[in-house]
């Protein structure tokens, strides 16, 4: 493994981006890695864009930000438009020409339908758990599937366990049936 | 005990004062808020240990400043603390309570928003339950004092300092990586310390350069910096905002000059420039590239991420690809319709009234989202204070409305006094108070009038109607989704002369919709909708700019995006055509 191993997790406020990063270093905390996560948002807490880095090293604690690299990527292809876009200022892009514009400067593009299947699971809110469970499935870390479901698990035991452990077998399933673009 | 801001920071020091340990939260305008006080307990000081944390928000990601509050910590004279990760967060809170407790002296922790939106493995010590008991008598007296008793007071303080300064000196949250007699050292301390180890060790220096780490920031640990500018002929100092380690370090290297054990040293930073944000040095927030770029200019390095070639291919594909994604009221919020009401009311009223903005969501009433109403934007209480003088500049020639934004939160915490004020000296203003039942922008606080304390024990509400009725003035209640009569209300009281009160009250819907069941079914009735026809083109989409309402290009009309809509309704009922349907659900 690279190490620092980063990973990004990028989405629009209310997604549930920051969840899938605390499911994803909790998991990586069960490996016993050090891990830094680094939440970056804008003051909206909804529709603002949201990044969060989770940084894992076998050797040392790193720092919450990222430096730029070549990374592989699991995109769910389902946009949320930004007002810019509403009001006519400005203009989304076809999702295949961002797909396409991805593949050439990554490693490999997995396409998920996250959000068509958390609807399955019950609620689109449970997109960013099936993500999670691509993650889990790429093998892109070396953290095991079982540290994510036992994550999960620990972080849901009040309260939806169940359907967040269903969304994320979906995920897990769904990775492995995809090809990269 | 905790204390947040200016809700009550006033709390802490007195149970401080009594014996307790205390600690008080605050971004970097909260201290300001709390300064004045500041200012005199470093002189009075304290018997329980008492912790004054602070966050910083280098590039102003959340903030209207990029306030560096290390020159508070300077300015009264306190011990500063920097923590670099989440345990030394930790670690040093601890520490400042035990330090503050045997000095009798207030300590700050500062920290910045990077770190504290970070997450990371903390380890925790043994935890002490212990239960004081709160005790102030007679016999204790507890003031900064007048005249020589202040300057004796003052005296105290440096003394207590110079112990601080020892202990420092021996800190353990100080610490010296790299090579001993490193000619080239970096000193920093904060974030800037994992970025400096990471900077590094991506150029391959760790053997030339050695890093000062510096936990303990104010007073400066000056032995242990000393001992390595012994050996250095360069400095590069890393840290974040102001140049607050470089000005004290270059102050202590000028007075030992003259000694020849130190020097002559090269400096670099924020004043030599290399350590810069994309707006110059002294803004923005660092990272690990910035500290790269500050190293392989100094030393003539060559250091590229990527080959140039990707980096020209990545960003093409951004500026092509990626739509700007400006802020924007989440589906459902009142705001949107109170900025409607405001906006509409004031086209009706056609003198060119001016809105004052102030601090919460309904900032962004500001930008596009809001339909840029709101014209100006500072601090808490900047709305309503600004709005008393603008509201009496008729007589030098600006007549006209004047309308003053809060929330209800910002209310109860800054406006009051100026509402007081404006009633007194009869400016002539209408104050909308956009009440959400929460304090909706740092996370759904409770506050005085939503009817539980800080500690979520159910209390009597204070409400904001019985106050400013309370301060003779006229006070209406509207529900801002009832736009009709929204607008209408502004409209009329803008008419008014003195000043007046709007209270658009709508519960946040990230609250509300946490109580409901299922969300109303929101649906647009294609048939119905005119598509491009509609108020000069999709008028729900175009002009009201909710993210629930999209746009279908196949069939040429709105429809709505049911992963974004709450469900509110808002929407129907401006559509003109009548084409958006809600379906409560059973």
């Known amino acids: 493994m690279e190490d620092p191993l980063n990973i990004i997790v990028t989405g629009v406020g209310g997604q549930g981006n920051i969840q899938a990063s605390y499911i994803i270093a909790s998991a990586a905390l069960i490996e016993g890695f050090h891990v830094s996560v680094g939440e970056t948002y804008g003051a909206a807490q909804r529709g603002g864009s949201v990044t969060s880095h989770i940084r894992l090293s076998r050797e040392r604690q790193y720092g919450p930000l990222t430096q730029e690299g070549k990374v592989h990527v699991i995109v769910n292809p389902r946009p949320v438009y930004p007002i810019d876009v509403l009001a006519g200022e400005a203009i989304y892009p076809p999702i295949n020409k961002v797909l396409s514009a991805i593949k050439e400067l ?14 399955k699971v019950g609620d689109v809110i449970f997109q960013n758990v099936v993500m999670v469970g691509c993650l889990a499935a790429s093998e892109f870390t070396p953290i095991k599937t079982e540290a994510f479901r036992t994550a999960i698990t620990e972080l849901f035991a009040d309260k939806g366990l169940d359907i967040n452990l269903k969304a994320f077998e979906i995920g897990v399933e769904e990775f492995k049936r995809t090809k990269p673009l | 005990m905790v204390g947040k801001r200016n809700c009550g920071p006033l709390k802490p020091p007195a149970a401080a004062a009594a014996g307790l340990r205390a600690l008080t939260a605050m971004k970097n305008l909260g201290a300001n808020v709390c300064s004045d006080f500041l200012m005199t307990v470093n002189l009075s000081g304290t018997r329980g240990g008492f912790v004054l944390v602070t966050g910083d928000d280098p590039s102003a990601h959340s903030t209207t400043t990029e306030l560096d509050t290390r020159n508070y910590a300077r300015f009264a004279d306190i011990p500063l603390l920097e923590p670099s990760t989440a345990q030394e967060a930790k670690d040093m809170t601890k520490f400042a309570f035990e330090l503050s407790e045997e000095l009798g002296l207030i300590c700050m922790v500062r920290t910045v928003t990077r770190l504290s939106h970070a997450r990371g493995v903390v380890t925790l010590g043994p935890i002490f339950k212990e239960r004081r008991t709160a005790t102030f008598s007679s016999q204790n007296l507890w003031t900064s004092g007048s005249s020589s008793i202040t300057c004796m007071f003052h005296s105290i303080l440096h003394e207590k300092m110079k112990r601080a300064q020892a202990k420092f000196d021996e800190s353990e949250f100080n610490r010296y990586t790299g090579n001993e007699n490193a000619e080239f050292i970096i000193i920093t301390a904060g974030t800037g310390w994992l970025y400096s180890l990471e900077a590094v060790k991506l150029l391959g220096l760790e053997g030339d350069v050695g890093i000062l780490k510096l936990g303990t920031t104010w007073p400066l640990p000056e032995k242990l910096v000393l001992k390595h500018l012994k050996h250095a002929k360069e400095v590069l100092f890393v840290e974040e905002i102001d140049a607050f380690l470089e000005q004290n370090v270059k102050m202590l290297a000028a007075e030992l000059s003259a000694e020849g054990n130190v020097g002559p040293l090269k400096f670099y930073g924020k004043k030599s420039g290399h350590v810069r944000g994309e707006f110059g040095a002294g803004t923005g927030e660092i990272d690990v590239y910035i500290v790269i770029r500050a190293l392989a200019e100094i030393k003539g390095l060559n250091y590229q991420p990527r080959e140039r070639e990707y980096s020209e291919k990545a960003l093409a594909a951004v500026g092509s690809l990626v739509p700007a994604r400006t802020m924007g009221f989440c589906a459902g919020c009142p705001h949107r319709a109170s900025f409607w009401a405001i906006k509409k009311a004031l086209q009706w009223d056609g003198r060119d009234g001016i809105v004052t903005g102030d601090i919460g969501c309904y900032s962004l009433g500001l930008l596009p989202t809001g339909f ?143 109580k409901r069941g299922k969300k109303p079914k929101v649906y647009v009735d294609q048939d119905k909708c005119i598509g491009e026809e509609c108020g000069c083109a999709r008028f729900c989409i175009r002009v009201f700019k909710c993210p629930g309402n999209i746009w279908d290009p196949a069939k040429g009309k709105a429809k709505i995006d049911d992963a974004v809509c709450v469900g509110c309704g808002l929407c129907a009922d401006l559509c003109p055509a009548k084409a958006i349907i809600v379906e409560e659900e059973a």
Not at chain 2, 405 to 418: E, K, R
Not at chain 2, 448 to 464: E, M, R
Not at chain 2, 476 to 484: G, K
């Open chain 2, 372 to 514: 840029s109403a709101a014209k100006t934007l500072h601090c808490m209480g900047a709305g309503i204070g600004t709005a008393n003088g603008f509201g009496k500049l008729a007589p030098f020639g600006l007549d006209k409305p004047i309308i003053a934004i809060s929330g209800d939160s910002t209310f109860y915490h800054a406006c009051i006094p100026a509402l007081i004020n404006a009633k007194w000296h009869n400016a002539n203003i209408l104050y909308i108070i956009l009440d959400n039942n929460t304090t909706a922008m740092t996370g759904h606080q409770p506050h005085p009038g939503t009817g539980s304390d800080a500690l979520g024990n159910p209390v009597l509400k204070i409400p904001i109607e019985d106050i400013c009725r309370g301060i003779g003035v006229e006070t209406r209640i509207v529900d801002p989704f009832d736009l009709r009569d929204a607008v209408q209300n502004v409209y009329e009281m803008l008419k008014m002369d003195g000043v007046e009160v709007l209270i658009f009250r709508h519960e946040c819907p990230l609250t509300e919709t946490k």
């Open chain 1, 106 to 119: 990554v490693f490999s593009v997995h396409v998920v339908e996250a959000t068509e299947l958390a609807k």
